[in-house]
């Protein structure tokens, strides 16, 4: 608890009435801890931040950038001003209960950000993390740029506004107390969520909340908590959500009660992206049990049943004919011809020594915990949605255009969801769902199979990265890549409708993708002449912004062409990377990673370490591997499954700027390793004549129990910025990277090819008609 002067000192004033100075535009002179905002009209206390570009610029942003456009302003910078006009509409509520509101203009889809954000707001009210109720904000358009989910950019956006709003807050309640108590501001204070005054005299928030709301709209000016002082932030926090979520009683989109709306599936084609030629038995599926609706729609056949089960055997009853897809015929050869033809060229070889590889990454599926899912209700004159939305405004706008209604008459809830790894940028099930619902004139909860989201689904596009690093003596001269792709599909833009029919434009999309491309990726290295360039081609495949985008395969292929640079030097990998590293922060993690991993002690042969770094939206973080590649292990019989070698312990250092909560970036490392070991060794989708031999999870070959580390350790750097960096994709590309560089020195060759199973097929493809499979008799044996 702060004493009487304290307190004072972190007081709002209305008007900035006792700042003095003035900044030339009539505004109140603010320093670095000082911030407009509002008071807003309500019956309880309700406030808001003003924030200005100046205010959130960043402290190191005044640095010279040294040839690497992200030095001098990165996709989340971007993103960060993009959100700030309308910072000011996100509002912090105070109730009657003595409860404190907060409906946040983002996806939770599993990172913790709900938490995170109550952390910000019990903070800077001095009051309990438990009394803090942070709710997911519908699609609102007039956020602009501001309800955009990605990119790591949640806390670093929300940071300061959720701050200014809560110390708005905080103050306006103690000039509410001290009115209340009949003494003066200075000599209040407050703790827990309890106002104190002289004599032991208190109330609490809740009887305060109508007492400290306006009649009418105020600026004013309030300070924020200084670091010193933080009690919360920065302190390791269990999630608000983690007891409902482990008992079952955390809500998702298929949880929810909606009247009328029954279980919906859709009869997917055999080629990715085919078109319904004609049903045969329609009249026969409708009068299966269960069965109210057969409808036809873009992207196949719709059932709607009383059970999901009854919605099973009728997609499998279906008799459809099939017109081609937007990739028959095609298999991971001709894809890869395709990439052959559209790379871009690397200049002439050097006249000095270099090394060179090419690298290939083959399909990966974007599929979540939770499969593609919405619930739809729509009727003359309005439609209602509900969905884990990380773009809602866009999907508002594309909703409302597509039934030709104004977006006042179309409301588009945001559910929380179980996952996404990009997944949720997009908004495919939603699209559906309205499509059925308007056609049936019904309400539908659709939910998609997991065959569904395998072959029909989001996928990370193939992709083939050439580096070239020359070189003279000690001294990198130059490095240069060409990454080729398959087309990522950002029609998501940043957020809304405008940027979202620029990223879909010919033409323009490609460009959309090379600023998305640059932006996105640093070089953290002394390495001369720096050239990095995309190049898409093939608009056939249904891509996403999967977990981390670019940076996986681009990392992955840097770090293994160091460790082949460092070995023609006759250097030590880490000790070449750090005698290159530009940032110190950069060479901190590097430093600690190898200090904490032991790196270089005696392995057994078939064994190797192996270390990488990725940094990225003002953070950094190096990863330091131990794999297992002797036959004993590759050759562990695992059913219908490629075993192949084993990470048997991962270490992470981690430096995201100031850590809001620790315990949620150690499970956000966490899981990033999981997903760099899965790119490197054993996830991957085949595509066979038009279509991704994958159908669920069994034959999809993430990371499993059995491919753990059974060591990981997760070391969070001290601070050294004051401000929170990205991290909720920091630690997947040094992830995959340093499992691909260990698996090169335990076994003598550099790998080429990701994931290094993909060569193998070792399970029998489900049918693609029907497009889902039977439902399991015996889950404890085998589920699909």
């Known amino acids: 608890m702060q004493n009487g002067k304290e307190e004072a000192g972190r007081g709002s004033s209305v008007n900035g009435a006792d700042q003095g100075a003035q900044s030339p535009s009539g505004r109140p002179a603010l320093d670095r801890r000082r911030f407009l905002g509002f008071v807003l009209a309500a019956p309880t206390l309700v406030t808001a931040a003003e924030l200005l570009p100046a205010q959130e610029a960043r402290a190191d942003s005044a640095d010279l950038p040294s040839g690497d456009i992200t030095e001098l302003v990165d996709l989340n910078d971007v993103m960060s001003a993009a959100a700030l006009p309308t910072s000011g509409l996100i509002t912090v509520q105070v109730n009657k209960d003595g409860t404190v509101s907060f409906v946040l203009p983002r996806a939770e889809v599993g990172q913790g950000i709900t938490t995170s954000t109550a952390m910000l707001i019990a903070e800077e009210m001095d009051v309990p993390l438990a009394d803090v109720r942070v709710t997911l904000a519908d699609a609102r358009p007039e956020l602009v740029f501001n309800q955009l989910t990605g990119a790591s950019n949640t806390t670093i956006s929300t940071y300061t506004p959720v701050r200014v709003a809560a110390a708005i807050a905080r103050a306006r309640l103690l000039e509410a107390a001290a009115i209340a108590l009949g003494t003066a501001t200075a000599e209040v204070s407050i703790e827990a969520g309890v106002v104190t005054g002289p004599a032991g005299r208190s109330m609490t928030i809740g009887a305060l909340a109508e007492k400290a709301a306006a009649l009418r709209t105020q600026q004013v000016t309030a300070e924020l908590k200084p670091r010193a002082e933080f009690t919360v932030i920065g302190t390791p926090q269990s999630r608000v959500d983690a007891l409902d979520a482990v008992t079952g009683r955390k809500k998702f ?247 979202a029919m620029a990223a879909r434009l010919p033409v323009a999309d490609l460009g959309f993708s090379e600023v998305f491309f640059q ?70 993690v590097l430093d600690k990673v190898a200090e904490a991993g032991r790196w270089g002690r005696p392995m057994p042969d078939g064994t190797a370490q192996g270390i990488a770094l990725h940094s990225e939206y003002h953070s950094a973080g190096a990863v330091l591997v131990e794999i297992d590649c002797r036959p004993r292990t590759v050759d562990r019989p695992i059913r219908d499954g490629v075993t192949g070698p084993r990470v048997t312990k991962v270490t992470i250092a981690v430096d995201a700027g100031l850590t809001v909560n620790p315990r949620g970036l150690e499970a956000q490392m966490m899981g990033c390793a999981m997903d760099g070991i899965a790119l490197a060794l054993t996830s991957s989708l085949h595509l066979r004549d038009g279509h991704f031999l994958e159908a669920s999870w069994d034959n999809y070959f993430y990371t499993r129990q059995w491919n753990t580390p059974p060591e990981l350790d997760v070391i969070i750097m001290p601070d050294t910025t004051g401000q929170p960096g990205g991290a909720g994709e920091l630690g997947v590309a040094a992830s995959m990277a340093a499992v691909a560089c260990a698996y090169g020195r335990a076994t003598g060759t550099m790998p080429t090819t990701f994931p290094v199973n993909h060569g193998t097929l070792s399970f029998e493809s489900k049918p693609t008609v029907p497009p889902v499979p039977q439902s399991p008799t015996d889950g404890l044996d085998h589920a699909y």
């Open 253 to 499: 989109a298929m949880d929810l009660s909606v009247p009328g709306a029954a279980p919906t599936m859709v009869c997917r084609p055999p080629t990715i992206n085919g078109k319904v030629g004609a049903v045969a038995n329609a009249d026969e599926v409708r009068a299966m049990p269960g069965v109210t609706d057969v409808v036809v729609i873009r992207t196949g056949v719709a059932v709607r049943a009383r059970t999901f089960g009854q919605c099973i055997d009728a997609v499998r009853a279906l008799r459809v004919s099939w017109k081609p897809g937007s990739a028959e015929g095609k298999s991971d050869e001709s894809v890869l011809k395709e990439l052959a033809a559209a790379e871009l060229p690397l200049g002439l070889p050097p006249l000095t020594p270099s090394v060179e590889g090419r690298f290939t990454f083959h399909f990966r599926s974007n599929s979540a915990l939770e499969t593609n899912c919405a619930i739809a209700d729509v009727r003359p004159g309005r439609a209602e949605v509900w969905s884990s939305l990380k773009a809602p405004i866009v999907a508002k706008e594309t909703i409302a255009a597509q039934l030709g209604l104004p977006l006042g008459a179309v409301t588009v809830h945001v559910t929380e969801g179980g996952g996404s790894f990009g997944r949720k940028l997009f908004f495919d099930a939603a699209l559906e769902a309205v499509e059925i619902s308007r056609k049936i004139g019904k309400p539908v909860k659709l939910m998609w199979h997991r065959a569904d989201d395998s072959r029909q689904g989001r996928t990370h596009p193939m992709a083939t990265s050439r580096v070239r690093i020359a070189y003279v003596g000690d001294t990198v001269l130059s490095y240069k890549q060409r990454h080729t792709s398959v087309v990522t599909d950002l029609g998501h833009g940043f957020g809304e409708i405008v940027t």
């Open 519 to 588: 932006l996105s990726q640093s070089m953290p290295y002394n390495f001369g002449a720096n050239s990095r360039l995309l190049n898409e081609t093939d608009k056939g495949f249904n891509t996403g912004s999967m977990r981390n985008v670019y940076s996986p395969d681009v990392t992955c292929a840097r770090e293994l062409l160091i460790d082949k640079l460092a070995s023609k030097m006759g250097k030590d990998p880490y000790t070449f990377r750090r005698d290159f590293l530009k940032d110190d922060r950069a060479i901190a």
